[in-house]
């Protein structure tokens, strides 16, 4: 009676296992980065989707577009500054940071996809 009870024992703790194992395993295919069904975190970027289900192409900003992003940006920083020219570089604008002086303090660019700021000189 003992033998069979620690027989059923070890069954049961090898079927947990097992089971427990092929369920990390066999994860579903979704990302969980963020926990299922949660809203993103703080590097969570949301991916759009056409109706076929692949990745959806976005339009790339225009110089008008890119020059109001950095200017509601220097806007919020210092209202003394305003933007000059902005410039396609490629992958990115460039826009030019001047004082009221008209002396050019900064370098800024806006990547054409996404409207990210990242500071040139």
């Keep these: ?3 069979y009870k620690n027989v059923l024992v070890t069954a049961a703790l090898c079927v947990v296992l097992v089971g ?4 990390f395993i066999t994860l579903p295919q979704t990302a969980n980065a963020c926990g299922y069904g949660n809203s993103g975190g703080n590097d969570y970027t949301p991916q ?3 109706s076929t289900g692949y990745l959806a192409q976005k339009n790339a900003l225009t110089p008008e577009q890119a020059r109001e ?3 509601s940006h220097i806007r919020k920083l210092n209202p003394d500054l305003e ?3 902005v410039n396609d570089v490629g992958g990115f604008y460039e826009a030019e940071i001047i004082s009221k002086d008209k002396e050019i303090v900064q ?3 806006i990547d054409k996809f996404s409207g990210r700021l990242m500071l040139l000189q």
């Design 1 to 3: 009676m003992k033998k």
């Design 20 to 23: 427990t194992a092929g369920f």
């Design 48 to 50: 759009r989707r056409n």
């Design 69 to 71: 992003i950095v200017s």
């Design 83 to 85: 933007v000059g020219s």
């Design 107 to 109: 370098l800024i660019g």
